[in-house]
């Protein structure tokens, strides 16, 4: 079946530190998804990607849809405390009966030190 | 984000109690979700609702009962649960049609439920 593997799977860095995970998929995806959750709360949508090769950025967040269209990439610059969380990637899960699903990658936790 | 609203926010309850946790969305979507997070593991998608209409059962014991009365509700009806069933427990929404790009899932902030 589908897999996304994450990397790393947790990060402790200094505030001001720029960070990069990573995202990989056994099949091609149309669409990478890159969301953040705080703790207490659910996960919420950072960037969208839709096209191979696609960069977009989200003011600090920068995300890349790999050209082999089975990568993604999240960078961070400057850090801050409330950076603190767990980022999951996510793409489109194929086959089934069913419309929207999605495949989770396991997360990275992101820890920043004042 | 207000956009899925779930309740309650906690939930403690033995083993042969009968409970069930809410989703409402606000966005207009016509596929629902449930999802399990436990710690350290990923998500663990349960059942899918696309147009009112069960479409998945990720293999999910029957202890475990979803419903979904509309487009805009979900409920999950939990009865004799067992301890390793505490978790978090996420609703997700999501517009669905063929042949349009994926649209992005939107959660709640979910149910932290503890078995006793």
């Known amino acids: 079946g589908q897999q996304l593997n994450q990397s790393p799977q947790s990060m402790f860095i200094q505030e001001g530190e720029d960070v990069s995970m990573n995202c990989t998929s056994s099949s091609i995806f149309n669409t990478w998804l890159w969301y953040k959750q705080d703790p207490g709360e659910g996960p919420v949508l950072l960037i969208a990607l839709y096209k191979a090769g696609e960069l977009t950025s989200n003011g600090r967040l920068t995300a890349q849809f790999g050209t082999t269209r089975k990568d993604s990439f999240l960078n961070i610059s400057a850090s801050i405390p409330s950076d603190v969380g767990i980022y999951f990637c996510?793409?489109?899960?194929?086959?089934?009966?069913?419309?929207?699903?999605?495949?989770f990658g396991q997360g990275t936790i992101l820890t920043v030190h004042p | 984000e207000t956009g899925v609203t779930q309740t309650p926010r906690h939930l403690v309850m033995g083993m042969t109690n009968k409970k069930s946790l809410k989703c409402e969305q606000h966005l207009g979507h016509n596929a629902m979700y449930w999802y399990k997070q436990s710690a350290k593991k990923p998500l663990e998608l349960m059942f899918v609702y696309n147009f009112k209409e069960q479409t998945e059962n990720n293999s999910v014991p029957s202890r475990f009962s979803p419903e979904c009365p509309n487009s805009s509700h979900l409920f999950l009806h939990l009865h004799t649960l067992q301890p390793e069933d505490s978790a978090l427990y996420l609703c997700?929404?999501?517009?669905?049609?063929?042949?349009?790009?994926?649209?992005?899932?939107?959660f709640g902030d979910g149910t932290r439920l503890s078995i006793l």
């Open positions: 996510a793409g489109p899960f194929a086959g089934g009966t069913s419309y929207g699903k999605l495949t």
């Open positions: 997700a929404s999501s517009q669905v049609s063929r042949g349009t790009l994926h649209q992005p899932q939107h």
